[in-house]
């Protein structure tokens, strides 16, 4: 598990931006946090996750239309990343434990992106890799697991799918799958910059501006609500909005939860809003 917490602190730190110009000389009394549009994305579906009672940890596939509407206003770069998706399987699988009932999400997820079939098994076997890196010892034993459940994997079980063109386009994407060797694969979730190995990199930073911090506590919240010790970010519609309020503002928002607005002025084009929230620093453009 500590390899784990490793890893994930070091590809979050590898997502991290610098403050938005706009404020990068002010001096705020809070953290401010802002990062790249993977772990934008990773937050996204992290506040998206909820109890089911017989499914585990789901999709609020309501929250998640809700938080994708916002997002072209926020997003740094392109919406068009293929790898955001494999950040998203992140905080899913940190929360589901039980192979079930991730496959039940994982095709959720899936199905709410229309991914196809193609790549499914690409991005099932990232998704048991990170389930497998959690838990295991070694290296070894990892790639193993990885593509053990993948092998074992049921797509017409799991996406209740009996189109016999699907499936046959699923089958042929699982053995090109399966056949690549671990070092192969591994080598390629570096250079896509979709993982991060501790065998490459020092340990845990503890002087990092609260980088730390932000990362243990998104870790501690995906393992409690997984656990069944925490309760899932609350979603509730709210009325306020952020395009009048002033700098210096504090309101509770539907997506953000408590929200500060740090800057709202005027530009040429429209204006630009940042508020600072618990899980990150947002600059918008309208």
């Not at 697991?145 to 016999?164: C, G, R």
């Not at 994407?173 to 694969?185: K, Q, T």
């Not at 929230?277 to 947002?282: D, E, F, P, V």
Request: glycine share 6%; aromatic share 12%; hydrophobic share 35%.
């Amino acid at each position: 598990m500590e390899r784990f917490k490793t890893n994930l602190y070091h590809l979050m730190l590898q997502e991290r931006l610098e403050r938005y110009k706009e404020i990068e000389d002010q001096r705020f009394n809070q953290p401010i946090y802002c990062y790249k549009d993977r772990m934008q994305f990773f937050i996204i579906i992290m506040k998206c996750l909820t109890y089911s009672e017989k499914s585990g940890i789901i999709l609020n596939i309501d929250r998640l239309k809700d938080e994708l509407r916002l997002w072209p206003y926020y997003v740094n770069g392109s919406t068009d990343d293929e790898k955001l998706l494999h950040f998203g399987l992140i905080p899913i699988v940190m929360s589901n434990g039980k192979i079930e009932d991730l496959n039940r999400t994982i095709s959720q997820y899936l199905d709410f992106f229309s991914v196809e079939v193609g790549r499914i098994p690409g991005l099932l076997r990232y998704a048991y890799f990170i389930q497998a890196i959690c838990t295991e010892g070694f290296a070894a034993d990892v790639s193993d697991k990885a593509k053990n459940q993948l092998i074992n994997f049921s797509y017409t079980e799991v996406f209740q799918d009996v189109d016999k063109q699907k499936i046959i386009a699923f089958e042929k994407a699982r053995i090109l799958e399966i056949s690549r060797s671990a070092d192969d694969y591994s080598s390629d979730l570096i250079a896509s910059g979709v993982w991060r190995h501790t065998h490459d990199l020092p340990g845990i930073v503890t002087n990092d501006d609260g980088w730390q911090n932000l990362v243990m506590t998104l870790y501690s919240y995906l393992e409690g609500l997984g656990k069944g010790q925490l309760k899932a970010i609350p979603y509730i519609k709210r009325d306020a909005k952020l395009y009048n309020q002033k700098a210096g503002s504090r309101i509770i928002h539907s997506n953000f939860g408590e929200t500060v607005v740090l800057k709202n002025e005027k530009t040429a084009t429209g204006k630009t809003i940042i508020v600072n929230t618990r899980y990150g620093c947002y600059k918008f453009n309208d």
